[in-house]
C-alpha cells in the first residue's frame, strides 16, 4: 500500500524558513514526479512546486520561486521543499504528492495541476507577521 508522509510544518516568524519532507513507501521503483501542494482555509488547493525525478527539472508557482526550493532523494524516496522568507500568505496545509508516470511532470501546467495518483495527508504550516 503507498504511503506519503509529511513531515516538518510548523510554526513560524515572518521572514523564517521552514524545511518540509515526504517520505514515500509502498512504491518499489523511484517515483517520476513528485509536488508540493498547498491549500490555506477557504482557498483552493494550489501547485508549489514539482519535481521530474529522473532529469531534477523543477516547477515552481510564480509565487515561491526564488524563496522554495524542491529537491528529492530517490534512495530514499525522500521529497523535501525548503521554505525560505516565509510570508504570512504562505500559511496554508502542504501536500505531498507523488506519480508515477513521467507524463504527470511533462509540462508545468500539469505538473502543478492536481492530477497526482498519490497524496499525502499534510502538514500545517503557520507563519506570522
Known amino acids: 500500500q503507498v504511503q506519503l508522509v509529511e513531515s516538518g510544518g510548523g510554526s513560524v516568524q515572518a521572514g523564517g524558513s521552514l524545511r518540509l519532507s515526504c517520505a514515500a513507501s509502498?512504491?518499489?521503483?523511484?517515483?517520476?514526479?513528485m509536488g508540493w501542494f498547498r491549500q490555506a482555509p477557504g482557498k483552493e488547493r494550489e501547485g508549489v512546486a514539482s519535481?521530474?525525478?529522473?532529469?531534477?527539472?523543477?516547477y515552481y508557482a510564480d509565487s515561491v520561486k526564488g524563496r522554495f526550493t524542491i529537491s528529492h532523494d530517490n534512495f530514499n524516496y525522500t521529497v523535501y521543499l525548503q521554505m525560505n522568507s516565509l510570508e504570512p500568505e504562505d500559511t496554508a496545509m502542504y501536500f505531498c504528492?507523488?506519480?508515477?508516470?513521467?507524463?504527470?511532470?511533462?509540462?508545468?501546467?500539469?505538473?502543478?495541476?492536481?492530477?497526482?495518483?498519490?497524496w499525502g495527508r499534510g502538514t500545517q504550516v503557520t507563519v506570522s507577521s
Open positions: 509502498g512504491y518499489s521503483r523511484p517515483w517520476n514526479c
Open positions: 519535481i521530474y525525478t529522473p532529469s531534477g527539472s523543477t
Open positions: 504528492a507523488a506519480d508515477p508516470s513521467f507524463a504527470q511532470c511533462l509540462t508545468a501546467t500539469r505538473a502543478l495541476s492536481g492530477g497526482y495518483k498519490y
